[in-house]
């Protein structure tokens, strides 16, 4: 049985955060022009999510934006969350927008952020020297080339599930091919103390970390979490995506970059 073609439309438009108001805006203007060449109307509300209904309502999904959603025949998202929002303790995030009107409408939406917490991805050659792995290789590294400094560090004790970025890349496009929606935990499944990271990092180029690290007092931080550990199975079970580098494969990747970066010998 054919159904009878619409001749109107209502788009529910929710520009959101960052890129987002421009990108629907542009969008918006594509579907008008594609409107006049299919002889349809498309009608437009447009509606807050994210940080930007955060900052006008304290809430990342307003009750109204729902109710517009749920009227409208087609929803346009830009973009949820930027910096101005990137409190990983506030009690209200923009992506708990996304959440919600994914549960509110039986959307596909997955939340796949790029820039997540720095126990996650700083097991990359692109990350600065502030991420503490970064610096302790790109230090071994240079001490390896002939520099005579000394690498201060805080608590060696902390333990990480250090993760190898490129990876966790892969398991994000896997999310996006399942047919429903699922919220996934991304690690190796391994956690390794820093003092490892460390002695590993300066073995690599065959030094003893002993030598050429101190421990600072003044680099120690009560807040950090002294053990962190996470369990990847569901994503191993419903993706089949398991992690190939454990922190030992992250450390020897790292330090093939730096090396190549500071002419020093592997």
Known sequence: MSVARKSEYHIALLPGDGIGPEIVEQARRVLEAAAELAMVKFTFSEALIGGAAIDATGTALPEDTTAI????DAVLLGAVGGPKWD????????????????????????LRPVAP????????????????????????????????ETLSLGNLDIHRDWG????????????????AVGDYVIASGRTASLEHFVAQAFAHFGLDWQKHVRVDPTL?????IRYGAADPSLARRV????A???VDGVVAG????????HGSKN
Request: glycine share 4%.
């Open 69 to 72: 959603c749920k009227r409208a």
């Open 87 to 110: 409190n990983p303790s506030a009690k209200v995030r923009p992506e708990q927008g996304l959440l919600a009107i994914r549960k509110a409408l039986g959307l596909y939406a997955n």
């Open 117 to 148: 917490h720095a126990s996650l991805v700083d097991a990359s050659p692109l990350r600065p020297e502030r991420f503490v792995t970064q610096k302790v290789v790109r230090a071994a590294s240079r001490i390896a080339a002939g520099s005579a």
């Open 164 to 179: 190898w970025a490129p990876e966790y890349v892969e398991a994000m496009w896997l999310m996006l091919q399942q047919p």
């Open 220 to 224: 120690l931080r009560p807040s950090d």
């Open 239 to 242: 993706l089949g995506w398991q």
């Open 244 to 246: 190939q580098r454990q």
């Open 254 to 261: 790292m330090c093939e970059a730096a090396a190549a970066l």
